[in-house]
């Protein structure tokens, strides 16, 4: 699979399957019957507006918050053998970002629609959020490449945990363990150095049955992920709902660019294709039944300063009240202090496209593939290094 070329289609060139290459052709192609199966590949863009905390700016303070919980870096909250000695950080984590705490967005709701009308072949999502699930697309239809909060095992035997199980231990705040082997439980979040789940490798091959392609909210900056638009098949459709044009899309003659907000550009899309009213109706079902202690009413900002407070007190309470930390205290202040010089730092290695079978640990230690949107600050952080 070789690199696909990044040059925007000359504008004298016309579309091949599309009336015209906007909008409106792809709502025409919609509308025609013409796109049966439509693969849709997403990331964290389509869930900032859901108020899940977006920490890929270092004045929110996630980096430095986690520097006082004495991790050897940053990103060890997510990597498995940091898990192995020392969970608690990870499970104070997950805590605030648990399904169940955030509504799905307009663009979660399109997805469903999507599926509702017999359309959607496969999505494909790196979100680990669970809200695709939660605005009513069956689990049949996802492949969670990431993983997700959807299920949980032990990481030693792989013994499945329960949901129910798993839920109370967060809420109560301890640490779930296996009860075969007493083995540390995770939710099937890939980590670093994890391998990817199977079933990304398993559907693979879909976006080249697809007649319609649809990627939304990434940068598709990490890898394998970062590959799937390429395979859709030269002659089919492809459109891109982002903030900036990425990976390349818009160099075929029937891509489409819709750049701007995720939930705008569902918006015009369903309403071009005659689904506007059942889009807002399947959004609105989405809705809380009662929001007492409501976080809607609250500002990003506002809701933003609650989680970072929220998680630093309550890491620091259970970094310091934890009897598993207690336990393990001897071996988890072997690891040095920052592990990993920012001297090993390379810059991304342009992205050229691969299928390797763990996931791409972005070297400027980036945790893009757990928080929302980070991946694409990454260049800017290169770029400000004199
Ligand atoms: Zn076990």
Redesign the pocket.
């Known amino acids: 699979m070789g690199q696909e070329e990044s040059s925007p289609v000359d504008e004298s060139v016309p579309p091949t399957v599309l009336t015209s290459r906007n909008l409106s052709g792809i709502a025409e192609y919609i509308r025609a019957g013409k796109a049966r199966s439509v693969t849709v590949m997403v990331g964290a863009g389509i869930s900032t507006s859901a108020g899940i905390p977006d920490f890929r700016s270092p004045d929110t303070g996630l980096y430095a918050n986690l520097a006082r919980l004495e991790l050897p870096y940053a990103e060890a909250v997510f990597d498995i053998d940091y898990f192995r000695s020392k969970p608690e950080p990870f499970y104070t984590l997950a805590q605030e970002l648990y399904p169940g705490r955030y509504r799905p967005t307009v663009t979660h709701s399109f997805i469903r629609l999507l599926h509702d009308k017999g359309l959607l072949l496969k999505l494909f999502t790196q979100n680990i959020d669970c809200l695709e699930r939660e605005a009513g697309v069956p689990g049949s239809k996802i492949v969670e490449a990431h993983g997700s909060f959807a299920r949980q095992s032990?990481i030693?035997?792989?013994?499945a945990y329960s949901s129910d199980e798993i839920r109370q231990h967060i809420d109560a705040r301890t640490i779930p363990r296996?009860h075969?082997?007493?083995?540390l439980v995770k939710p099937e979040i890939v980590f670093f150095g994890e391998a990817l789940p199977s079933a990304f490798f398993e559907n693979r091959h879909l976006p080249e049955e697809a007649d319609l392609t649809i990627v939304m909210g990434t940068s598709l900056t990490v890898q394998p992920f970062a590959s799937l638009p390429q395979l859709a098949q030269q002659g089919k459709p492809r459109i891109l709902i982002n903030k900036e044009a990425v990976g390349g899309l818009g160099s075929r003659p029937d891509d489409v660019l819709l750049l701007g907000d995720c939930d705008a550009g569902v918006r015009k899309l369903a309403e071009a294709c005659g689904w506007g009213e059942e889009l807002e109706a399947l959004w609105a079902a989405t809705a809380p039944a009662v929001s007492e202690e409501s976080q809607v009413e609250k500002t990003k900002d506002e809701k933003l300063e609650d989680e970072i407070s929220k998680l630093t007190s309550e890491v620091d309470e259970s970094l310091n009240l934890s009897k598993w930390h207690q336990e393990r205290v001897r071996g988890s202040t072997t690891m040095p202090v920052d592990s990993r010089p920012k001297s090993d730092v390379q810059p991304s290695s342009s992205g050229k496209p691969g299928f390797g079978n763990t996931l791409h640990q972005d070297p400027n230690g980036n945790l893009s593939h757990v928080f929302l949107g980070q991946a694409r600050d990454e260049n800017k952080e290169t770029d400000e290094k004199p």
């Open positions: 032990c030693e035997c792989k013994t296996c075969d082997c007493s083995g």
